[in-house]
């Protein structure tokens, strides 16, 4: 079974940016679409954004030209860099297959103060 290993998270002022990073212990370049999900506390695991193996995006509405999903198959690496951050962007991060097909990793937290 894949394991999956995010990091990147942390504690930023809005505004502010950070990079995740989700590296597998399989090859993704066999992998059609991967994505980016968070949960917020108290609420459910949602789909932020997603990248097929040709490299086109896809973003959910609320992160729309602030974040951008990006994958390195070489590295079995997929990185989602966010801009503009707002307190409503903290939860914790995973990525995973889409649909979600491989285990869950720890996910990395990401806590924006306002």
């Known amino acids: 079974q894949v394991q999956l290993v995010e990091s990147g998270g942390g504690l930023v002022q809005a505004g502010g940016s950070l990079r995740l990073s989700c590296t597998a212990s399989?090859?993704?370049?066999?992998?059609?679409?991967m994505g980016w999900y968070r949960q917020a506390p108290g609420k459910q695991r949602d789909l932020v954004a997603r990248i097929t193996s040709g490299g086109s995006t896809y973003s959910a509405e609320s992160v729309k030209g602030r974040f951008t999903i990006s994958r390195d198959n070489a590295k079995n690496t997929v990185y989602l860099q966010m801009n503009s951050l707002k307190p409503e962007d903290t939860a914790v991060y995973y990525c995973n297959t889409v649909p979600s097909a491989w285990n869950w990793g720890q996910g990395t937290q990401v806590t924006v103060s306002s």
């Open positions: 399989g090859r993704i370049a066999s992998i059609n679409v």
